[in-house]
């Protein structure tokens, strides 16, 4: 289904350069510190400086591969940064166990186990797997109510194989979740 940028969702601001994402996302992890447990790296992850200071992921495509491989809505979030409207994916109210993958690399990514049940419109989990994601610093989300103006920031949160954007750190009800666009997530039902 084809994205109208006036009803479905809406761009947040134009990508990071990957130097900036990088020294986002080293901030991001000191703010984050004490609210979230680090992990070290896997063995298996392929996460490289290169010699220009950007990253390389294990899992690349051109943006004509990005585009075939996804709706319209899931390119608009995964690689633009939008954010959906609430309540315009099913996942937001899913309640199956399973796991939650990345729509842009099929790595898993949350556990239905650490689900939220928040009626804000969004898929909401206490933390995801373990080198899963990466976290970076956004721009004001006109969703959560701010204006493109404001100088709110949030704590984004990427895909750590892909470096597809997935939502964002919030505190709702007094809970740091990370706050998931349904759009960039399939899920897997658990084995019956």
């Known amino acids: 289904m084809p994205h109208n940028t006036d009803t479905k969702t809406l761009p947040l601001t134009p990508p990071l350069s990957r130097r900036a994402f990088i020294g986002t996302t080293a901030l991001s992890a000191m703010a984050i510190g004490a609210a979230s447990k680090a992990y070290p790296a896997a063995p298996s992850a392929k996460l490289e400086m290169t010699e220009g200071g950007g990253f390389s992921y294990e899992v690349n495509h051109s943006e004509a591969e990005w585009r075939e491989m996804l709706s319209d809505d899931s390119y608009f979030v995964l690689r633009e940064g939008a954010t959906e409207l609430p309540k315009s994916s099913p996942l937001w109210n899913e309640?199956?166990?399973?796991?939650?993958?990345?729509?842009?690399?099929?790595?898993d990514a949350f556990d239905a186990a650490?689900?939220?049940?928040?009626?804000?419109?969004w898929v909401f989990f206490t933390h995801s797997?373990?080198?899963?994601?990466?976290?970076?610093?956004?721009g004001p989300v006109p969703q959560y109510g701010n204006a493109m103006?404001?100088?709110?920031?949030?704590?984004?949160?990427?895909?750590?194989?892909?470096g597809s954007h997935l939502g964002h750190l919030l505190t709702v009800e007094r809970q740091q979740v990370h706050c998931i666009n349904g759009a960039a997530l399939n899920?897997?039902?658990a084995a019956a």
């Open 114 to 121: 650490w689900k939220v049940p928040l009626d804000k419109g």
């Open 149 to 162: 103006t404001s100088d709110a920031a949030f704590f984004e949160v990427h895909c750590r194989r892909c």
């Open 187 to 189: 899920f897997i039902p």
């Open 129 to 138: 797997q373990t080198n899963a994601v990466l976290t970076g610093i956004d």
């Open 95 to 107: 309640t199956r166990a399973g796991m939650y993958r990345c729509k842009g690399c099929d790595l």
